[in-house]
């Protein structure tokens, strides 16, 4: 597999994913009706774009795949990540009425999603010491923090890492271990494109604003 030519065509790409993603957004049925977020397209392209904007071009490529895959066999990775994720935040629920609709992931696949989401975790306790403020205007950090009403970074990572192909798992887990082998944060890297993107200079602007 080869990166992309340049960097139009990588940014083709992740918008290419983002829209993929708000048409399943769409299509997602909450308990309650219809939620807020799904009618705020500003706040979820941040989200996303901020996301894909600190992977690499392997993961980009490989993740664009596994959504073409998914609309090609009538399936909805967004709902499918929300799904998982009430395996932790409404376990009974889970079990009873969505469990049996899901895919099943083989220990090789849960193993990297847990190393995966371990690595998330640090980095969002890294960034929380070092930008408090930041951190207490996004989720919380481990999965305890459900509790709050909030669904905690911990529970909806591995809620949206159940979704993704095993060739894009394993992109995702030796991109972590590279980057926790040179000291980089991910969560930093997208966390400074998203305040960009709300219109601050940098963390530390973000930070010192909030």
């Not at 990588?10 to 918008?15: F, G, I, M, N």
């Not at 930093?188 to 530390?204: A, F, N, Q, W």
């Amino acid at each position: 597999m080869f990166g992309f030519k340049d960097e139009e065509e990588r940014l083709k790409a992740v918008e290419d994913i983002i829209q993929k993603e708000w048409d399943m957004f769409q299509k997602v049925h909450n308990i309650g009706g219809r939620a807020g977020c799904q009618d705020d397209w500003n706040t979820f392209h941040i989200m996303r774009f901020s996301q894909y904007s600190a992977w690499n071009d392997f993961m980009i490529k490989s993740y664009a795949n596994d959504t073409e895959e998914a609309i090609s066999h009538g399936r909805n990775l967004v709902m499918e990540k929300y799904a998982f994720m009430m395996e932790f935040t409404d376990p009974l629920y889970y079990k009873r009425e969505l469990e049996s609709h899901m895919p099943v992931l083989d220990l090789e696949a849960m193993n990297m999603v847990e190393e995966i989401s371990w690595y998330m975790v640090d980095c969002e306790k890294e960034l929380a010491d070092q930008y408090p403020k930041l951190a207490r205007a996004g989720r919380p950090i481990e999965a305890g923090g459900d509790a709050s009403g909030f669904t905690s970074v911990e529970t909806y990572a591995k809620g949206e890492l159940k979704t993704y192909s095993k060739n894009t798992l394993k992109l995702y887990l030796d991109y972590v271990r590279e980057n926790r082998a040179a000291g980089k944060n991910l969560a930093l890297m997208v966390r400074d494109t998203m305040v960009k993107m709300y219109g601050y200079r940098s963390i530390e602007d973000a930070e010192n604003k909030l």
